[in-house]
């Protein structure tokens, strides 16, 4: 794929993606597009007594064929549920339903913030998949308390950060893959976490998970 070509991105992001995660979306983009994607092709080639003309041009049916759907996913997220709540029903809970909850904020007098890195369905390039949860910035060793009334069902005491090279060998796999693996999100990724099921009475019919990742 040639590099210098993938500036042709920007006229699809341009004002269609939030400009905090254009370059995040834009590099899922490059990784998703087959190699040569961004190459320019001989369309037309004529020949004159003192001269020859090549017309080149991008392919773009292919192009938009990647590009768009990925665009969509990242700006119109409700429309692609990413990882939904297990369920007893075959279909995700409707969102505006989910704005009747009431759940309290992990880390008091923390907000929730509003960079868009920072809140689910971001694109996480590095891994090729999509952040899961709310990231929030606070000092080590700042309590964290659970968002409603559950039952702890695993809790990692005994976790061990992972060596940098086993880290770029388990990111290499997800590459190789296309998405993140599950036993790899839940066990490496996610660093010492708490698990807490909350039962079936946040969202009637639907089982609430809640995990509480990346503690000291």
Avoid at 127 to 136: A, L, Q
Wanted: proline share 7%; with cysteine; glycine share 6%.
């Amino acid at each position: 794929m040639a590099d210098d070509n993938t500036d042709v991105l920007d006229q699809y992001l341009e004002g269609t993606v939030n400009e905090n995660i254009a370059q995040e979306i834009k590099d899922v983009i490059i990784a998703s597009l087959p190699d040569g994607a961004l190459n320019y092709r001989i369309t037309e080639f004529t020949t004159a007594p003192s001269s020859s003309i090549l017309q080149l041009a991008l392919d773009r049916n292919l192009i938009e064929a990647i590009v768009l759907p990925i665009i969509k996913k990242y700006t119109y997220p409700g429309a692609v549920p990413i990882l939904p709540l297990f369920s007893v029903s075959t279909t995700p809970p409707i969102l505006n339903d989910l704005k009747r909850l009431k759940l309290l904020i992990p880390c008091e007098n923390v907000s929730v913030p509003k960079q868009q890195l920072l809140l689910p369905n971001a694109p996480r390039a590095y891994r090729h998949g999509t952040h899961r949860g709310i990231d929030f910035y606070v000092n080590w060793g700042t309590p964290v308390r659970a968002v409603a009334d559950g039952v702890i069902t695993r809790a990692e005491h005994d976790y061990k950060e992972m060596s940098a090279d086993f880290r770029l060998d388990v990111l290499g796999d997800a590459k190789i893959l296309g998405r993140t693996p599950s036993d790899v999100f839940e066990h490496l990724l996610l660093g010492q976490a708490v698990y807490i099921d909350h039962g079936f009475d946040l969202v009637p019919g639907y089982r609430v998970v809640t995990i509480y990742a990346h503690m000291s």
